[in-house]
């Protein structure tokens, strides 16, 4: 127990510690378990404090699917990185999940956003608790300083875009694999948004990084892999819309299509390390 934290696992892994942690959400208004791996840099001395990547999973996922599958910590052990994977939805008693059991909404699906519409507005506010409630806590009880950065796969690729387009000046750099970047206009963000967000389709483009980007006064690099086959691609996914809607105001963004890959975590493992040494060289440097 960590103040308001109930550590359910420690894990040695490269000579850091991976925690599973679980609190009381405020935010959410459910229990929620995320994990923290923290690097061994936080026991070498007294004092010692360490910057964190902000992991955001898929549709799907818990907490659990990037640490057993990205193959992350060896190198943010070797860089010094802390790395905290929150849960994609709320969950639990009282929890609202998709009415027809479908897995692309609800329970494992909360798109990162701030829900207006009932019955979701209650649980589902999976933005304020990533950018805020969760690394306040974080912060406060373990040692991480402020330097925050955010990556994300899929449904998390948007959010992690989305978090650091709202949020200037609160990361230090961003990244995404597959991410939908124009949720406002494919299958999967038309359903979640007009649930979460109800059909004002002009309250959609807060949520939405096609069209954040144009107004962001934050111009952070944005690094981007795709793969070429990814059986999502062209319908859910369209990395080239944000790279117009980047173009358009001279937004940094690299997009790199990585051919032969699909939308899996072999994907995500493939190319993590450089996703890492991205981060680490604006959390670091
Ligand atoms: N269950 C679905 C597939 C769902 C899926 O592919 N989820 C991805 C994220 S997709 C966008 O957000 C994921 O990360 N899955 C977890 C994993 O460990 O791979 C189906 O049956 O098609």
Partial sequence: MTGDVTQLSETRVFGGRLLRLRHES??????????????????AAAG?????????????????????????????????LAIV???????????????????????GAGFYVDATEQPWAAHYRMH?????????????????????????????????????????????????FAPIVNPAAVPWGEKALGRYLGPDRARWAEWDACALIANAT?????????????????TQLKPQKL??????????????MQPGYDHSYFFIASFIDDHLRHHAAALLG
């Fill in 85 to 107: 994977a929150p849960d994609t939805s709320p969950r639990g008693e009282g929890v609202p999940g998709d009415p027809d059991g479908a897995w692309d909404f609800g329970l």
């Fill in 128 to 176: 304020d608790y990533v950018t805020r409630e969760l690394p306040a806590l974080v912060e406060r009880a373990f040692p991480l300083n402020d330097r925050r950065s955010i990556s994300g796969h899929s449904m998390g690729g948007h959010g992690a875009l989305v978090c650091a387009l709202r949020h200037p000046g609160f990361y230090r750099s961003v990244s995404a």
């Fill in 218 to 234: 934050e111009r952070l690099p944005i690094l981007i892999d795709q793969g070429e086959r990814d059986s999502f691609l062209e």
């Fill in 48 to 80: 010692a404090t360490v910057p964190a990547l902000y992991w955001l999973s898929g549709l799907t996922c818990t907490d659990e699917n990037f640490c057993q599958k990205a193959g992350a910590f060896r190198l943010a052990a070797e860089l010094g």
């Fill in 26 to 43: 405020a935010t959410l208004g459910c229990a929620m378990t995320f994990a923290l791996f923290l690097p061994p840099q936080v026991d």
């Fill in 243 to 256: 790279v117009a809607a980047a173009e358009a105001v001279g937004h940094p963004l690299t997009l790199r």
